[in-house]
């Protein structure tokens, strides 16, 4: 019998479950490409549900009990002396999400001798040490393309929000005013402007494909290109993103954290970028240097920056960016939404009962197997990326 510690955010300040704004969510059956949704033997929640927090347990109590694992359900992750430091010594597996990361480090590893499968709700397993998992013969594996709609949507949201001015404006009606000249002396249309996609991935292809109607001009960088996407989208591709920023006016990031994009948007990259360009983040924190962000915004070299991603999540209440002038900032919600969450509780439910019964995990879901990188993982953190 295994035990399965899973690390999820905290239920909502007004208690669990919430009131559901609506009676239920779209089906979907593949994702674009054709790769299909989750398929586990069945499932024991209502998707739409709220299962990415504590009291949801993404749904997986009554399946893992029936069974007679033992489920451990927490949110409190920070080490030394942290509920999941507690329970790591004879656990099997670890669950954990994105946006509330169980850092999962060499050293917490070390105290993890049992550990075998660690699972990542979501997409994205940077919170891994993914050498150290290689080492201790732990399988890495997440919900490829549970989220990047879910994401891409967000991502389409936050431009529309910093090029238009939307949160300054709603702000003037929250405080009673009616300041059209403050809401429009920096609002903006996205219409005509150059708008730079670094990383062609699952969520950056998706965000070209939401904004080509909006009748911008399309750049791209990425380590390879895609003509028929070039052709289909009208799109400029750039081999070095330094050439790609300088002619954009907005640039949205959706690259992996690897050593090879680190504090890839530093002083010098983002004043390459024409003075009051935007920047949408919704990759990771650590591939901005996040002062030169804050540098920027108070000098006007940006205009605007929005994102859900931080460093460290959650971020310290006197973190700067929660205070920097011209951010669209939220907490790293994008990829959790209702029908997100029913898709990669449904995913992380179709790897356990992969990995329980002893059948092989989706390649398109694998990262680490076997003491090397594989599937997915293959893909996103080859060794060329580990080249700064
Ligand atoms: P994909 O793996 O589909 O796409 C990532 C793309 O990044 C790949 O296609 C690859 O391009 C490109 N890439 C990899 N390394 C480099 C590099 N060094 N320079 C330039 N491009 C590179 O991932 P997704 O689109 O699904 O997700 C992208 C990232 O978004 C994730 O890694 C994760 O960190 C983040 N994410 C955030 C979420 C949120 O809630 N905010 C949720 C989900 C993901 P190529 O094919 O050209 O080699």
């Known amino acids: 019998m295994s035990k399965i510690v899973c690390v999820l955010y905290d239920d909502p300040v007004d208690g669990y479950p ?30 739409g549900h709220l299962l990415g927090s504590v009291s949801g347990e993404l749904g997986l109590r009554p399946f893992l009990e029936k069974e007679g694992h033992t489920l451990v359900v927490t ?13 790591l010594p004879d656990a099997d597996v670890v669950i954990s999400q994105p946006f509330w990361p169980a850092y999962l480090t060499a050293e917490r590893m070390a105290r993890a001798p049992r550990l075998k499968l660690a699972i990542t709700a979501g997409i994205g397993s940077d919170h891994v040490d993914l ?26 949201m936050e431009i529309l929000a910093l090029v238009r001015n939307y949160l300054p404006s709603y ?22 402007m ?4 670094f990383a062609a991935g699952r969520i950056g292809r998706a965000v070209m494909r939401r904004l080509k109607p909006f009748g911008v001009k399309l750049h791209y960088s990425s380590r390879h290109r895609r003509t028929e996407l070039e052709e289909e989208l009208d799109l400029t591709y ?56 804050v540098r ?35 907490p790293h919600m994008s990829g959790s939404s209702l029908p997100a969450q029913a898709r990669y509780a449904a995913g992380t439910r179709e790897i356990l009962e992969s990995w329980l019964e002893g059948r092989p995990i989706r390649d398109e879901y694998l990262i680490v197997q ?13 060794t060329e990326n580990n080249k700064k």
């Open 131 to 156: 050498d150290a998992a290689m080492e201790h013969g732990v399988t890495v594996a997440e919900i490829t393309y549970s989220n990047s709609i879910s994401v891409a949507e967000h991502t389409v």
């Open 194 to 197: 150059n708008v730079g996609i």
């Open 18 to 47: 919430p009131t559901y704004a609506r009676n239920s969510i779209p089906e979907i059956e593949r994702y674009p490409g054709g790769q299909t949704v989750p398929t586990p033997h069945d499932i024991d929640f209502v998707p």
């Open 75 to 87: 949110s409190d992750k920070e080490e030394p002396d942290s509920v999941l430091d507690r329970e």
């Open 370 to 382: 076997d003491g090397k990188l594989v599937g997915t993982g293959a893909r996103s953190y080859s």
């Open 296 to 330: 920027a915004l108070k000098s006007g070299q940006l205009a605007g920056y929005a994102g859900d991603v931080w460093f460290p999540q959650p971020p310290p209440a006197d973190h700067p960016w929660r205070t920097m002038p011209h951010h669209g900032m939220t």
């Open 171 to 192: 702000q003037w009606v929250l405080k009673g005013g009616w300041n059209i000249a403050d809401c429009v002396e920096r609002s903006y249309d996205l219409e005509a």
């Open 238 to 293: 750039h081999q070095d993103i330094r050439s790609m920023v300088q002619v954009c006016d907005v640039v949205s990031i959706h690259a992996p954290l690897v050593p090879a994009t680190e504090e890839l948007f530093d002083d010098e990259l983002i004043g390459s970028m024409k003075r009051g360009s935007y920047i949408v983040n919704p990759a990771r924190a650590e591939i901005v240097d996040r002062d030169a962000i």
